[in-house]
C-alpha cells in the first residue's frame, strides 16, 4: 500500500491481517464469492476507509477488472468527474474538465451542473475508455444517458458518488446496465472509494500487488 520502509512494511502487513479478519467478520461464508483480485480491491477499500462494510456494499458487475485491464493494457483514458478523484490515480492519461471555462460556460447556456457539462464533453474519450466518478451522481446519470441514447460504451463505470440525494439511485440504475462496472449499495462512496478501487486495478496492470 506504498510502504517502503522495514517499519512501513510491518504496520501495513500487520493492517493487511487485521482488514482480512474484520472482512471475514462481515462476509462469512460469503467471501467464497469473490475472486482474489476482487477480495484484495476490497481489502483496499477497508484498509484506506477503516469501515469493514464496505466489504458487503462493494458490488462487480460484468467482468470489470477483465475489461479495465483491457482497456489500461490499450493506454485508454481514465474520465474523472472530479479533480480531486483525477489527483489521486496513478495513471498517466486522465481526463477532467469540470473545472474549464467552456464547461462552465456550457453548464449556464444549458442550466445543467458542471458535472453533466464535462461527461457530454468528453463522450468521444469515454467511449471505450474507462470513467471514474468519486463524488457527482449528475456525473453518472450523464453516463448513463449517453449509454442509453447515444450508445457510448465505456470500458468500466465506477461509479460509487456518495451522498443523500440522487447518489443511490444513480448506482442502482447503473447496475441495470449491461456494462462492466464497480459501485456501491448505498449513499457510501466517495473520492477515496474511487481513488482506491482504480490504483488497485492499475496495480494489477502492472502486475504489482494490489
Known amino acids: 500500500m506504498g510502504a517502503t520502509t522495514k517499519d512501513g512494511m510491518d504496520i501495513a502487513d500487520k493492517s493487511r491481517e487485521i482488514v482480512k479478519r474484520k472482512i471475514f467478520e462481515?462476509?462469512?461464508e460469503k467471501i467464497d464469492l469473490y475472486s482474489d483480485e476482487e477480495m484484495g480491491l476490497i481489502e483496499r477499500v477497508v484498509h484506506a476507509t477503516a469501515d469493514p462494510e464496505y466489504a458487503k456494499l462493494i458490488l462487480f458487475?460484468?467482468?470489470?477488472?477483465?475489461?479495465c485491464l483491457d482497456a489500461l493494457n490499450n493506454k485508454k483514458p481514465i474520465i474523472t468527474d472530479i479533480s480531486m478523484v483525477k489527483a489521486g490515480i496513478r495513471y498517466n492519461n486522465i481526463v477532467c474538465t469540470i473545472s474549464d471555462k467552456e464547461t462552465f460556460e456550457y453548464a449556464k447556456k444549458y442550466g445543467i451542473?458542471?458535472?453533466v457539462a464535462s461527461i457530454r464533453s468528453l463522450k468521444d474519450e469515454i467511449d471505450g475508455g474507462i470513467i471514474v466518478i468519486g463524488n457527482a451522481p449528475t456525473a453518472l446519470l450523464e453516463v448513463i444517458r449517453l449509454y442509453n441514447e447515444e450508445k457510448i460504451r465505456p470500458k468500466l463505470v465506477l461509479g460509487v458518488p456518495v451522498?443523500?440525494?440522487k447518489a443511490s439511485e444513480s448506482k442502482e440504475l447503473l447496475r441495470t446496465l449491461n456494462?462492466?462496472?464497480?459501485?456501491?449499495i448505498g449513499p457510501k462512496g466517495g473520492t477515496p472509494i474511487a481513488v482506491s478501487l482504480m490504483n488497485g486495478i492499475i496495480a494489477l496492470s502492472?502486475?504489482?500487488r494490489i
Open 26 to 28: 462481515v462476509l462469512n
Open 61 to 67: 458487475n460484468n467482468g470489470p477488472i477483465k475489461n
Open 113 to 115: 451542473t458542471r458535472a
Open 163 to 165: 451522498g443523500f440525494v
Open 179 to 184: 456494462i462492466p462496472s464497480i459501485s456501491t
Open 206 to 208: 502492472k502486475n504489482e
